[in-house]
């Protein structure tokens, strides 16, 4: 298992208080990316309600978007996490498969 980066995480609080206090050029509405390995992702958002608390603390208002909410909620409003769209794509793969005479 991967050990969490606590001095990449400072780092990036760092250019995020900067960014703030008007010390880093911005083109437009300031947004900044993460990435971390999966296995690592409790201790990631542990880590990012934390400096959302700290940057409100100071004054700052934040917001913390989760990508895979926001993509489960447009899948499901779109209906393909619906049990039959779930199947017929099921059946699309092992329509495929048998086509190609693959081992699916």
Known sequence: MSAWDS???KLLETRVKETLAGKRHVMDVPYFIFLYKPELEIECL?????LAS???KEGFSTE???LA???LD???SLGC???SFLNLEKEKIL???QNTKSFC
């Open 95 to 97: 329509m495929i498969c």
């Open 7 to 9: 001095n990449r995480f």
């Open 46 to 50: 542990r880590e990012f309600k934390g």
């Open 54 to 56: 700290r940057l409100t």
């Open 81 to 83: 996490l619906d049990e």
């Open 64 to 66: 913390i978007i989760s």
């Open 74 to 76: 447009s899948l499901q």
């Open 69 to 71: 909410s926001l993509m």
